[in-house]
């Protein structure tokens, strides 16, 4: 029995009627898909216009013909009582709800009516058939939180269950809990890893560490794909070393759908079946292909809650190479929060601190983990978990790099610590201001 499926069906998500759907989008060509997407666009806007008290009040100078017309909505906007933002027809018995991970500093509640969560589960399962990984068939090696009160630990336990994983805790990236991990992989035929980057990157420079490539013990493994977090280019080449199998990078948000998944050819093909993507500017205009701006994505299916021109919070460029049908993701820096404002007023990406850094202080493979904390303008706090302290003479060399990517007069401090402090979910960030404007 395909479990994974029937527990979507027992719930009441239509997972037929969505898999139909999908396949009849795919189907397309260029410019039925256009008209597709520009009949989808107007319907739910409308819908929401004419349902939705909320979207309504949000957007009183709507026009679902005039695109420009319609606000851009934040985080910030969807901060009240969920009740409040439901559409007429929906409550909360009959939607799917859920809640953001809080990892931009705005979590909210939100819902989805169940035909536009069955379209989620169509996508997904979707995407990872394109590496022959089937949620009903596969064996999952799962690398995420897992939540320590005991309703919620044995509630995703039991949905481990059903779709055929088995959960690693990200909580302790010990050694010894590393060794516990292979003797797991030892004796179970896992077909794929799935679960947070940095986690899994740990666990590659244990095997790393060990001289062991994971596919030498566990010979039924074929792809690994990350998720939630920044994948560095270094960190795909070593997992990629040490499991010996290929690394697919996968971008998403809880409230809107599967965003981004990388495809056999390599790129970061963006989900345009369920999801309208724009880049746009400072002053909500859409940006040319291949310049950076903020992602800003419409819902096309969730009539329950209206995510309309939603500031997901995170800046990107789409590539020159994307079309309405198959845009690709070129870039994603990270997110808005995480830009770092310098004594002179300049703004640079809190992850150009992080790469900076992790091309030094990882060379010799003393540092395991590391984040980086803007506490001043002109102050950084480097936080790391290693063997031995790192070097003066490496900590010199940060801090003159840094100076020479960014501006002189910055101040980089270091603390050692046994581990790194992680979300309730797991998930682990590398970098965090905490300055709003300059001094």
């Known amino acids: 029995m395909n479990l994974f499926d029937f527990s979507l069906r027992l719930n009441g998500y239509p997972l037929d009627k969505a898999k139909s759907e999908l396949a009849h989008i795919q189907q397309k060509n260029d410019i039925d898909f256009k008209t597709f997407l520009d009949d989808k666009l107007n319907a739910i806007v409308n819908y929401h216009l004419t349902n939705n008290a909320f979207y309504k009040s949000l957007a009183p100078n ?62 997904i399962q979707n995407r990872f058939g394109w590496y022959g990984l089937d949620f009903n068939t596969s064996r999952q090696a799962r690398f995420y939180g897992i939540p320590l009160d005991k309703k919620g630990y044995y509630k995703e336990r039991f949905k481990d269950r059903l779709g055929k994983r088995y959960r690693f805790s990200v909580f302790d990236l010990s050694d010894a809990a590393f060794n516990e991990h292979l003797k797991k992989f030892k004796a179970t035929s896992f077909d794929y890893i799935n679960g947070y980057t940095s986690s899994i990157v740990q666990f590659a420079k244990y095997l790393e560490r060990q001289s062991i490539c994971l596919t030498s013990i566990c010979p039924t493994l074929r792809a690994c794909v990350v998720t939630s977090e920044m994948l560095f280019d270094n960190d795909k080449k070593l997992m990629e ?21 990388q495809n056999p050819n390599n790129e970061w093909q ?21 310049e950076e701006g903020r992602i800003v994505i419409t819902s096309l299916y969730n009539k329950a809650h209206p995510f309309i021109r939603y500031d997901i919070g995170d800046v990107g460029a789409l590539s020159e190479m994307s079309t309405l049908k198959k845009p690709i993701l070129k870039t ?67 801090t003159q790099e840094m100076e020479r990517y960014l501006e002189k007069g910055l101040t980089i401090t270091f603390e050692r610590q046994s581990t ?12 965090t201001s905490h300055v709003t404007s300059t001094i």
Not at 241 to 261: K, M, R, T, W
Not at 272 to 286: A, P, R
Not at 382 to 388: A, K
């Open 62 to 123: 709507a026009n679902s013909k005039l695109w420009s017309s319609l606000p851009v909505m934040t985080k910030k906007d969807l901060q009240q009582p969920l009740e409040d933002r439901l559409s007429k027809g929906f409550t909360t018995k009959n939607v799917y709800v859920n809640k953001t991970s809080g990892s931009s500093g705005d979590p909210f509640i939100f819902a989805k009516d169940k035909f536009s969560h069955a379209m989620t589960w169509a996508i």
């Open 241 to 261: 070393q040490q499991f010996g199998v290929p690394v697919i990078n996968e971008y998403g948000a809880s409230e809107l759908d599967l965003i981004a998944f």
């Open 270 to 290: 963006l989900n345009s079946e369920t999801l309208y993507i724009e880049i746009l500017d400072d002053y909500d205009k859409i940006l040319p292909h291949g």
């Open 332 to 398: 994603l820096i990270g997110r808005t929060n995480d830009i770092a404002i310098l004594p002179s007023g300049k703004k640079a990406a809190g992850l150009t601190f992080y790469y900076i850094t992790k091309s030094i202080i990882e060379d010799d493979g003393n540092v395991k983990e590391f984040i980086i904390e803007q506490l001043e303008a002109h102050l950084f706090k480097v936080i790391y978990v290693s063997e031995m302290q790192v070097s003066e003479e490496k900590k010199t060399t940060i």
């Open 420 to 431: 790194l402090k992680r979300s309730k979910s797991g998930k682990l960030k590398q970098f």
